[in-house]
């Protein structure tokens, strides 16, 4: 079993930042890539960013130049640095590592909010 554990989420102002980070722990083989995903009010799940385990990274095109991914391999923490937030950008905030094996854990996530 793998834990995962987001942490960072609140309320921010229309242009802020916040700093989210997710710690992964338990049976952990080799993380081959790890991943935030966000899920809004009555919509689908989406991903925000990815990063593999050579460093390759993607980003959602609508999150592009506004989010940074980045990780911590010692530690098996994952992070993401969102600057210029806007009311669009609220949603729950999920970590995802796929593990070389090919199996998947989730977190619980993280409520981000972004309003005056």
């Known amino acids: 079993q793998v834990q995962l554990v987001e942490s960072g989420g609140g309320l921010v102002q229309p242009g802020g930042s916040l700093r989210l980070s997710c710690a992964a722990s338990g049976s952990i083989d080799i993380l081959n890539a790890m991943g935030w995903y966000r899920q809004a009010l009555g919509k689908e799940r989406e991903l925000v960013a990815r990063?593999?385990?050579?460093?390759?990274?993607r980003y959602a095109d609508s999150l592009k130049g506004r989010v940074t991914i980045s990780r911590d391999t010692g530690q098996n923490t994952l992070y993401l640095q969102m600057n210029s937030l806007k009311p669009e950008d609220t949603a729950v905030y999920y970590c995802?590592?796929?593990?070389?094996?090919?199996?998947?854990?989730w977190g619980k996530g993280t409520l981000v909010t972004v309003s005056s």
């Open positions: 990063i593999t385990r050579g460093g390759i990274t």
């Open positions: 995802k590592v796929t593990l070389v094996s090919g199996r998947e854990y």
